[in-house]
């Protein structure tokens, strides 16, 4: 399998019914673009929770605790991360009780900058977000032009021959994965946001947030 084959999945996948399940999904990501500080908060404790942890398990917490990410104390994340069985309840307890200094402005500081200058901040300033979770958070809160780049993402890139498997995921390498996964947006006639969605449903068959 090469580049090529990927690429007739991709566009094959688009006439099918699963182009309008991930037409909805983006269009959910652009309402939350317009929604409250509060809820992009929300949204970026969802990424922290997602890294080397599954997103349904997250999609769970946060359902749950959704404004309570803003106020809990330290212990009390920890106690509910744990009840709700996440692989690592204290650390993330911490990333998220020292994210809550930007739980009032999270929203502003993000749109006052273009969005590789959004990701770079995130990297720089929230404990927890490395280049991933911060290209999910943008995705997620509408932007459109960042990859989500897991393992789901490089085992596909690998079976078709595009890449070979990083020792590391530095930034120099995630961009130039990133590089690949842009030529091959431009090719389906899609955004990254877009190509995410539809490579996660042809890895996974699922398609989530």
């Known amino acids: 399998m090469d580049k090529i084959d990927l690429i ?24 939350l673009n317009q929604q409250s500080n509060d809820k992009w908060f929300s949204e970026l404790c969802f990424c922290i929770l997602t890294a080397n942890f599954n997103a349904k398990g997250a999609i769970k917490i946060q359902e749950n605790l959704f404004f309570n990410f803003a106020v809990l104390p330290q212990n009390e994340l920890e106690k509910q991360l744990r009840q709700f069985g996440h692989r690592f309840p204290n650390k993330r307890a911490e990333f998220i009780f020292e ?55 490089i085992d596909i890139l690998i079976k078709h021959n595009i890449i070979q498997r990083p020792k590391t995921l530095n930034q120099k390498t995630y961009e ?20 995410d969605l539809y490579l996660w449903y042809l890895e996974t068959e699922t398609v989530l947030k």
């Open 8 to 31: 007739e999945k991709i566009k094959e996948t688009k006439s099918t019914p699963i182009a309008q399940k991930i037409k909805e999904r983006t269009n959910a990501f652009d309402n």
């Open 99 to 153: 994210a809550q200094k930007y739980s009032h402005n999270i929203k502003t500081i993000i749109t006052f900058l273009n969005e590789q200058d959004a990701r770079t901040w995130l990297v720089k300033n929230i404990k927890g977000i490395g280049m991933k979770e911060a290209s999910h958070f943008l995705r997620n809160v509408g932007y459109c032009n960042s990859a989500i780049i897991d393992f789901h993402i």
């Open 176 to 195: 130039k994965i990133e590089e690949e996964l842009r030529k091959i947006a431009s090719e389906c006639d899609l955004n990254l946001s877009q190509l």
